[in-house]
């Protein structure tokens, strides 16, 4: 199974900052790293796949990039609703792996 | 707008089997480009990646889980289930159904169910 190791684990950050969170793969993927977002008690929500593009109707404040082993999901101008736990995951061969996840918080 | 609902039973008793389904509306499950999958997620954990169904029926599923897991379609109700049989408390988790996107993963997600092992 290919291992994604995401960091940092959690992060606290202010509103209108600008966070970087980055993803390792174990093994090279390509581009076949997507960037989901969860807020509690809620199902994730993809933004992000082929490691840059936007899913439809995710605003431009995300933004990712990298290929084959490393990644990094950055976002913009932070707002109250971006405060979440945000997970990589590949999708280069199965089985699927997701990254352990890090909490995005408010400072 | 494509809808993914799960639906099952919340309680399940420990070493029997794990039953639950995903109904599909805006979009057919026999499409030939995207695949339909389940995620599930202990509390207070992260996500694993359970398996997926083409639309041929063809399956693939977490080494981990492979020996216990079925996933299974349904064309003419629209819908996919997930069967995981001898289950333990382990298996405690929010259940999640979703479709893939051929070439850029998970897009649409349900809402999540919540099964709980226990006597």
């Known amino acids: 199974d290919i291992q994604m190791t995401q960091s940092p684990s959690s992060l606290s950050a202010s509103v209108g900052d600008r966070v970087t969170i980055t993803c390792r793969a174990s093994q090279g993927i390509s581009n076949y790293l997507a960037w989901l977002q969860q807020k509690p008690g809620k199902a994730p929500k993809s933004l992000i796949y082929a490691a840059s593009s936007l899913q439809s109707g995710v605003p431009s404040k995300f933004s990712g990039s990298g290929s084959g082993t490393d990644f990094t999901l950055t976002i913009n101008n932070l707002q109250p609703e971006d405060f979440a736990t945000y997970y990589c995951q590949q999708y280069n061969s199965y089985p699927y792996t997701f990254g352990q996840g890090t909490k995005l918080e408010i400072k | 707008q494509l809808q993914l609902q799960e639906s099952g039973p919340g309680l399940v008793n420990p070493s029997e089997t794990l039953s639950l389904s995903c109904t599909v509306s805006g979009a057919a499950i026999s499409s030939t480009t995207h695949l339909w999958g389940w995620v599930r997620q202990p509390p207070g954990k992260g996500l694993e990646w359970i398996g997926i169904i083409y639309y041929t029926g063809d399956t693939y599923y977490n080494p981990s889980l492979e020996s216990r897991v079925t996933i299974s379609l349904d064309m003419s109700k629209n819908q996919f289930s997930l069967r995981l049989t001898s289950v333990t408390a382990a298996d405690t988790a929010m259940y999640y159904c979703?479709?893939?996107?051929?070439?850029?993963?998970?897009?649409?997600w349900g809402q999540g169910i919540l099964v709980t092992v226990s006597s």
């Open positions: 979703a479709r893939v996107n051929l070439g850029e993963g998970f897009d649409y």
